[in-house]
């Protein structure tokens, strides 16, 4: 088993769907959680940054953490076509230095 | 703007000819690191820089090795590819150890085993 399971879709929505997107894992040592956005061709971008359970909204997005249940989510309102692309969770220990471990992440596609 | 620059973006070698990726960062982050990504597959952690002191992950083959000759500037070796190592080699920065710091990312270089 993983220790973060994603699932890589591809996921197809509408243009000004909400689109969910979701990870879980096995490790409780994960403290801080993470979403990346990449592009094709491109390297991952910072989306959001979170630590422990909670709610972290930045415009259009919204990450969730669900620690009792291992369980991450980020929410896309009014979702875009610029906003088609790949999507990796990721997350790390506290005290376990900076390494990070990625989910393989969901495809994305908004369309017209 | 650009942060974390990777060079070349694309690159062709022969199988088992040595090659070098290069990294360089304008943020003067302590900590860089080197990952694999193949495709649909969730990026690797290679090894990562912390200063001077290297980092390498256990199941890192010993093919791969990697130079940092100053704070801005990391170089990835791949002494002798083999068709198995082509993929998208992502270089990342973060300002310390610390467990709050977030990765940045470089747009990667993609390498292809002829």
Redesign the interface.
Known sequence: QKEVEQDPGPLSVPEGAIVSLNCTYSNSAFQYFMWYRQYSRKGPELLMYTYSSGNKEDGRFTAQVDKSSKYISLFIRDSQPSDSATYLCAMKETGGGNKLTFGTGTQLKVEL | DAM?I?NPRYQVTQFGKPVTLSCSQTLNHN?M?WYQQKS????K?LF?YYDKDF?NEADTPDNFQSRRPNTSFCFLDIRSPGLGDAAMY?C?T?R?????????????T?LSIL
């Open positions: 974390v990777q900590v690191y649909s597959q969730a990026p952690l990562h980092n992502l990342a973060s310390l150890t610390g467990s709050n710091q977030p990765q940045h990312f470089g747009d990667g993609r």
